[in-house]
């Protein structure tokens, strides 16, 4: 189990049979963590630092690899070795191959809050808190299209048996559902303020 630590720049590993700890360097700011469980490695975005550290889950090794301005989000998809990154200050995504570490960036809308995957139909999720919407991208061509959302979007998750993507919109109270056939929205009211969002696929209860 990896924790981010953001204010003393490093992440916590938990073994999860004995719950001994193991700590481990990262950048500057550690706000975001990912893990593909087929290759074990870790991906830590590092806010201050505009990288990413990436750990190896076998030796706790790490390596690093730019990003861009104040990256706040991860999501990997285990499918295509595929890491993206949310840059909340540069208004995009650093997308990593996990295979080699080499990056591409592609455009989101303003400031990208999160990201989700959905590994089925290698669909890619951005939440844009600054313009009100998600920035859908095509996985096989990095192309783009964008769906509107809520007021400030601020989390983000896949339910990858149905196709549908919820987004948490803090500051309209509610959550966008998103078909991901057709991009078509639905709304549904939350309470104040919501920030985070979970998918439970097995019994289709979103959070």
């Known amino acids: 189990i990896y924790v981010a630590n953001m204010l003393s720049n490093d992440v916590t590993v938990i073994d999860g049979a004995t719950n001994a700890t193991t700590t481990v360097a990262a950048g500057s700011q550690p706000i975001a963590v990912a893990v593909n469980p087929v290759t074990n490695k870790i991906y830590v975005a590092n806010q201050g630092s505009k990288n990413v550290t990436v750990i190896d889950g076998a030796t706790n090794s790490t390596t690093t690899v730019d990003a861009g301005s104040n990256p706040n989000a991860v999501a990997v998809n285990p499918v295509t070795n595929r890491i993206y990154v949310a840059n909340y200050g540069s208004n995009n995504v650093t997308i990593i191959d996990g295979a080699t570490n080499t990056t591409i960036t592609v455009a989101a809308g303003t400031n990208p809050q999160a990201v989700a995957v959905n590994p089925v139909t290698n669909r890619i999720y951005v939440a844009n ?31 990858p048996v149905s196709n549908r993507i919820y987004v948490a919109n803090y500051g309209s109270g509610d959550v966008t559902v998103i078909d991901g056939a057709t991009n078509g929205t639905t709304t549904v009211a939350a309470g104040a303020e919501p920030n985070a969002v979970a998918v439970n696929p097995v019994t289709n209860r979103i959070y």
Do not use: Q
Request: net charge neutral.
């Open 129 to 159: 808190s600054g313009s009100n919407n998600v920035t859908v991208i095509d996985g096989a061509m990095n192309a783009t299209t964008t769906v509107a959302a809520g007021t400030k979007p601020y989390a983000v998750a896949v339910n």
